[in-house]
């Protein structure tokens, strides 16, 4: 199975303040069509996952254009450029290259 | 508004089983591959199967293949998930999702499934 590593686990941040959260995957997600099969989600309190980002880089449409992400191999990053205390939750990275999908341990992230 | 709309959880005793439904709604279902994923309480997304457009193909987490069987019927919009022989370490919220992996993402609200004597 492919093993998908986040960073921090906990992120308090200021509002205003940019963040950034980090996901390494144990092989390579680029598919022969030239994508990348991962994504970011974002669970909010008692809610379900929401997605942010998907093919790595790509904002899902009604994404806000603070959230950013990039790729670089098997690095994945995610950057919002001014917290809002609308971005609390925990984000989690996904990959979808291959059966089973795997998630990271998600990033709390919280407001100062 | 795409919507999915998952049914079907509750109280179940070891061993017992349960079929989860999920209606769609705002977009072409017979189109996508479909998924579900679970949560157990206060813990992280897990993958638990998925299948292609006209059922015809299905893949399992391993922690369920043989208990679980994904369906759907695309005539009602309808994703089905049967689970068998449950365990207390199946209890979590299931969530159904469209287009996991790709530019349609979209996920329900989740019904949640409670495994205990």
């Known amino acids: 199975d492919i093993v998908m590593t986040q960073s921090p686990l906990s992120l308090p941040v200021t509002p205003g303040e940019p963040a950034s959260i980090s996901c390494r995957s144990s092989?390579?997600?680029?598919?022969?069509?030239?994508?990348?099969?991962f994504d970011w989600y974002l669970q909010k309190p008692g809610q379900s996952p929401q997605v942010l980002i998907y093919w790595g880089s790509n904002r899902a449409s009604g994404v806000p254009d603070r959230f950013s992400g990039s790729v670089s191999g098997t690095d994945f990053t995610l950057k919002i450029s001014r917290v809002e205390a609308e971005d609390v939750g925990i984000y989690y990275c996904?990959?979808?290259?291959?059966?089973?999908?795997?998630f990271g341990q998600g990033t709390k992230l919280e407001i100062k | 508004e795409v919507q999915l709309v998952e049914s079907g959880g509750g109280l179940v005793q070891p061993g017992g089983s349960l079929r989860l439904s999920c209606g769609a709604s705002g977009f072409t279902f017979s189109r996508y591959w479909m998924h579900w994923v679970r949560q157990a309480p206060g813990k992280g997304l897990v993958w638990v199967a998925r299948t292609n457009e006209d059922g015809s193909t299905t893949n399992y987490a391993d922690s369920v293949k043989g208990r679980f069987t994904i369906s759907r019927d695309n005539a009602k919009d309808t994703l089905f998930l049967q689970i068998n022989s449950l365990r207390a370490d199946d209890t979590a919220v299931y969530y159904c999702a469209t287009d996991l992996g790709g530019p349609n993402g979209y996920w329900g609200q989740g019904t949640l499934v409670t495994v205990s004597t």
């Open positions: 996904m990959q979808a290259l291959q059966t089973p999908y795997t």
């Open positions: 092989q390579s997600l680029l598919h022969s069509n030239g994508h990348n099969f």
